[in-house]
């Protein structure tokens, strides 16, 4: 079976190296989670000097058209955030509000409160004007919001849902929807135990089954990924005032902290 190819490294416009990932029908997975390891490592995936979804604000990355569409709100952090840089422009949120539907990678061990339940609210988060929420399981909201969105394209995908299966139902009902120059957003996408077997592995199955589609292979660029440990977070005094823990009992890290495990990525070809 074939690897993902990648390009050799660029520069794009800042001077960051930036690589081409190319997944198709014969693409191994455990040689896409290795190459994506090694490209950590090698800095084809660049460390970005802010985190993703700021660097992408701040370089003015996210197309004019289309849909912005955030997924797994919790407690409406990340959505709120989004909201605010948009200067009125609509999204989307999706969330059932019952927390994570199974557990996640329980033998983590740095987040021991991401049980099954966790990050559930009492009630639905205050949102600003420009959010309209969609609350149920994601497999039920999704075909609807498809069809009424039958025409449009994603300009912007934000992934909090940080489960496997949860992945899958976004690229499932929406795939369709992704274009070159879509912008996504992973926020556990690698750096903690068993991430393969979550964002990573539901957004390659997504790729090689939109490649069948496209009759060849899926194409997207890195734009980067932080500089911080997610177990440094826990360990280091100097990053305390970043964590916080909601009434759920979870253990949140917020946006300013340049957490390794969130990427941004942008499609070429899908």
């Known amino acids: 079976m074939a690897p993902n190819r990648v390009a050799s490294p660029a520069a794009d416009s800042t001077g960051n190296p930036k690589s081409i990932v190319s ?24 460390k970005l000097p802010s985190a993703p979804l700021d660097q992408i604000f701040k370089r003015d990355m996210i197309p004019q058209k289309g849909l912005i569409l955030d997924f797994g709100i919790g407690t409406g952090w990340f ?10 422009r609509k999204m989307y949120g999706f969330d059932s509000f019952k927390g994570l539907p199974s557990d996640w990678v329980p033998q983590q061990g740095a987040m021991p409160e991401t ?7 009492t009630k639905l988060p205050e949102m600003p004007d420009n959010v309209e929420l969609v609350v149920g399981m994601f497999d039920d909201t999704l075909p609807d919001f498809a069809q009424q969105h039958n025409n449009d394209t994603i ?10 299966e949860s992945t899958v139902s976004i690229f499932k009902n929406l795939g369709h929807m992704i274009v ?3 912008i996504i957003v992973m926020d556990e996408l690698f750096d903690y135990p068993q991430y393969a077997d979550h964002e990573l592995k539901g957004f390659f199955e997504f790729l090689v089954a939109r490649s069948k589609v496209i009759g060849e292979d899926c ?17 280091d005094p100097k990053y305390e005032y970043g964590i916080y823990v909601d009434p759920t009992g979870a253990k949140l890290v917020s946006q300013d902290i340049n957490l390794l495990m969130r990427c941004g990525i942008r499609m070429i070809k899908a």
Not at 23 to 43: I, K
Not at 221 to 233: A, F, N, Q, R, S
């Open 219 to 235: 194409k997207f660029e890195w734009i980067g990924t932080g500089d911080v440990l997610l177990e440094d977070c826990f360990t």
């Open 155 to 164: 300009a912007l995908l934000h992934n909090d849902s940080v489960m496997y």
């Open 180 to 182: 070159p120059g879509t």
């Open 115 to 121: 049980a099954k339940g966790s990050f559930a609210q």
């Open 23 to 46: 997944v198709g029908p014969t693409t191994d997975y455990s040689q896409f989670v290795e190459d994506t390891a090694a490209s950590l490592r090698d800095g084809r995936i660049p």
């Open 79 to 88: 959505t709120r955030y989004i909201a605010g840089q948009l200067n009125g």
